[in-house]
């Protein structure tokens, strides 16, 4: 810690040679924009008159971190760079020429710099230019920091959705904050609100599940966490509500693909996050990959500029994804050429290039013939100074770095990534009642699967963490039930490399033990690219387990041993055979630092499974899109191959507990315009152990001039009730929750007959249901 308090102390000496010190006086002549006692509006005008046309084009630039550039340099060659959303570098620019830029301020942003020592080298040149801009430095911390070696690695945001508890994510992303601001950066490249109705798309982990309001409700949750929302004049960090938009349903389930879709889908499915991130106060937006309905979304006008800040009212700024300027003249084609291409996102609403050379020589050559002009750019240049004023880069560039050993990874935080995770896990089957395990029944347990002992268990967007940070879930059995023998084979942590060796094996010490626990699932490596079943540009055309996992869990189970089947994956995995033979299933997804002690608390029985899906399981890739709120005619016709359910419905999760449902009341059967009814059911725990149950609310538009979906999610609780406790759990039904996409495109309540659910899942026979009626 004590090379960073001189590191700060050495900057802020160079940035008081900024001053202008008339020792005759002893006055110091601080520029206007430099005094913090100026309102933000002041200082950024005052700012903004004295750069010249470079410095603010310089800020729309956001280039990699140097190291960064130093690692890609040497891993991969300028055409498989073209290919790479996730390492880059510069041909022809050394990294010694983009540290002149900086100190040149010829700079405005970086991302993956993850040392607080690269962190204070880069403040360090920005300060020796001109007007000593400070560096926006951008990081994907989606569930922590976790491109940063030693960071805290809470659940995957699908498995943070499990828990339905905003305030437990909000509380991890002020933490997530906290070791952002401790490591140097003030950007997050999160949340990621895409609504995920693919599950062959491999970025399902990164977000909230299917159902808008669920999304909009964890979006908006850590946006006001990451953010400090309460204060618009002081940020811990800007959050990114991403990917604008609708990357999420391709139409191949591959990253980056064409999204074709209708504007009714978009603004009922997708466009719902965005308004509720807009409303919460984001302050930063990404566009997407994709082209939307033929018009690629980082060239889109209407979505960037005529929907997100003319309709919703955002009033931040919106950042390209990894090169897709570019992409606009070597993928999509709309444009001849990259000073084209710059044109075009810009005019659509762009105002920050990520990342490197190609944008700034481009967007000079625009304003000075007067394409572009100095005012648009004045626009973009306004919003990027004021996050860095809302920061407080300019009176503290490094922010906390100082504090960096007592924030990473504390204790408190720790606790939190514990919490999480047991919040999580999301208990499927559990026939007989074979969970939670006897340890006094249990003396030998073999244990085997790709996803038993290593890091796997921290998802995507995480870098290898020390060992003695993450707890695998061999080590959380083996900590949790010291006196019990594991026989552990390791069958290694990629899914491809199971062999038929692995499985004859797996066969014969099974039905030598007492239990068998197989952990399966994908691998979202980050720091094995190659061998990722999962995560960014990671899609599977089949979505069941991939290589001969399958057959690893059917054998162990045909040794005669009773197994328990573990799914550790960032998307659901259609698992029909492990459904329908495995008597106990547990869905873990990813969740980070400690879940491996998570899963064997729950076990054993020293945590109570309260996970509910995020999203539906289906049987099998031919069932895309078996999203719980499907329209009507959905399943008119059945498959004649297969069963045409899911596998498991949203919402769904089963607990140690017997909750029990009664007593369902409206408190009216009808509502008026300008007024409210109150739905509440009594929900007793009839279990032998205390738990928490989610009490999810659905609504049905009975009758209505266009088609609406059999249900939709409008409010969900977490409850926690002791044995034999009943508790009374109300909902407020609101005129807005009735509302519905006329044939006008226009939000609109019509009169006459509602369904109002509510349940511990979105299936049918888990729900009590009411009638209402609504009159204008």
């Not at 002893?26 to 002041?42: G, Q, R, V």
């Not at 005669?560 to 329908?580: F, H, M, N, Q, R």
């Not at 509510?758 to 299936?763: A, D, E, V, Y």
Request: hydrophobic residues 40%; aromatic residues 8%.
């Amino acid at each position: 810690m004590f090379r960073y308090v001189i590191s700060f102390i050495l900057l802020l000496s160079v940035m008081l040679s900024s001053c202008n010190v008339d020792t005759k006086n002893s006055k110091i002549d601080t520029p206007l924009y430099l005094n913090a006692t100026y309102s933000i509006d002041e200082r950024v005008d005052d700012l903004l008159k004295r750069m010249t046309l470079e410095e603010k084009v310089a800020q729309m630039c956001q280039y990699v971190g140097i190291e960064h550039m130093k690692i890609a340099e040497h891993d991969l060659s300028a055409e498989e760079m073209l290919l790479s959303d996730a390492q880059g570098f510069y041909p022809g620019l050394h990294s010694s020429d983009v540290e002149k830029l900086v100190a040149e301020g010829l700079i405005g942003s970086f991302l993956h710099v993850t040392t607080a020592e690269e962190v204070v080298h880069l403040q360090q040149l920005a300060q020796k230019s001109r007007l000593k801009i400070p560096l926006l430095i951008g990081i994907d911390a989606i569930h922590g920091t976790g491109l940063v070696k030693g960071a805290t690695i809470y659940p995957t945001p699908i498995g943070l959705a499990s828990t339905f508890d905003t305030s437990l994510v909000y509380n991890l992303s002020v933490q997530t904050a906290r070791e952002m601001r401790a490591t140097g950066s003030g950007w997050t490249f999160t949340p990621n609100i895409d609504v995920s109705r693919d599950a062959r798309w491999g970025r399902v982990g990164e977000t909230f599940g299917e159902d808008p309001f669920l999304v909009s409700q964890m979006g908006v949750s850590m946006i006001e966490g990451l953010q400090n929302t309460s204060n618009e004049d002081s940020y811990n960090v800007i959050a990114c509500a991403k990917h604008l938009i609708a990357g999420s349903q391709s139409i191949n389930g591959l990253n980056g693909a064409p999204t074709d879709l209708s504007e009714r889908t978009i603004r009922e499915i997708f466009l719902p996050p965005y308004q509720a991130a807009v409303d919460a106060g984001v302050f930063s937006l990404m566009a997407a990959h994709n082209e939307l309905n033929g018009i690629p979304c980082h060239s889109n006008e209407w979505m960037m500029t005529d929907v997100l800040r003319d309709e919703f009212g955002f009033d931040g700024f919106i950042v390209s994804d990894w090169m897709d300027i570019e992409r606009l003249v070597d993928r999509h084609f709309t444009a001849k050429n990259q000073k084209e291409a710059c044109f075009q996102t810009i005019d659509a609403g762009m105002d920050m290039h990520m990342h490197g050379p190609g944008f700034f020589e481009p967007v000079l050559e625009l304003v000075n013939e007067g394409s572009i002009s100095e005012s648009r750019v004045n626009e973009s240049v306004k919003l990027l100074l004021e996050a860095k004023f809302k920061l407080g880069l300019f009176e503290n560039p490094l922010l906390e770095i100082s504090e960096n050993d007592s924030v990473l990874f504390n204790l408190e935080h720790q606790k939190t990534a514990l919490e999480a995770a047991q919040k999580s896990i999301v208990l499927l089957k559990n026939e007989k009642k074979l969970l939670p395990l006897d340890k006094s029944k249990y003396k030998r347990i073999f244990v085997t699967g790709p996803n038993a002992d290593n890091q796997t268990i921290l998802g995507d967007w995480a870098v290898e963490q020390a060992e003695e940070n993450v707890i695998t879930v061999l080590e959380g059995l083996q900590q949790a039930d010291p006196e019990c023998n594991f026989d552990y084979f390791d069958v290694g942590y990629n899914p491809g490399h199971v062999k038929k060796e692995h499985v004859i094996e797996a066969k014969k010490r099974a039905s030598q033990a007492e239990l068998a626990i197989v952990v399966v699932g994908d691998n979202s490596y980050r720091w094995e690219w190659n061998n990722k079943t999962n995560g960014e540009n990671a899609a599977r055309s089949d979505i069941g387990l991939a290589g001969l996992q399958n057959d690893l869990v059917q054998a162990v189970y045909e040794s005669g041993t009773p197994t328990i089947v573990i799914l550790c994956s960032g998307k659901p995995l259609a698992v029909e055979w492990i459904a329908d033979n495995i008597p106990a299933i547990i869905e873990i997804w990813e969740p980070g630092s400690f879940g491996g002690l998570a899963t064997a608390q729950i076990l054993y029985g020293e945590v109570n499974p309260s996970g509910k899906l995020p999203i539906t399981i289906p049987r099998s890739s031919g069932h895309q899109l078996s999203t719980y709120n499907h329209k009507p005619s959905n399943y008119f016709h059945k498959y004649v191959d297969s069963k045409s359910d899911p596998l498991f419905p949203f919402g769904y999760g089963l607990s140690y507990a017997n909750f029990s449902y009664n007593d369902l009341q409206l408190s009216s059967d009808v509502m008026k315009k300008g007024n409210t009814i109150t739905i509440s059911v009594d929900i007793t725990n009839k279990g032998s152990v205390p738990g928490d149950e989610v009490v999810q609310l659905y609504l049905n538009d009975k009758f209505c001039s266009v088609t609406r979906p059999v249900k939709e999610l409008k409010a969900f609780k977490r409850i926690s009730l002791a044995v034999g406790e009943t508790k009374k759990v109300s909902f407020s039904i609101s005129r807005d929750m009735l509302r519905f996409l006329d044939k006008n495109l226009e939000w609109s309540v019509e009169e006459g007959e509602f369904i109002a659910m509510l349940g511990s899942s979105s299936k049918n026979s888990d729900l009590l249901k009411l009638s209402f009626y609504y009159e204008e």
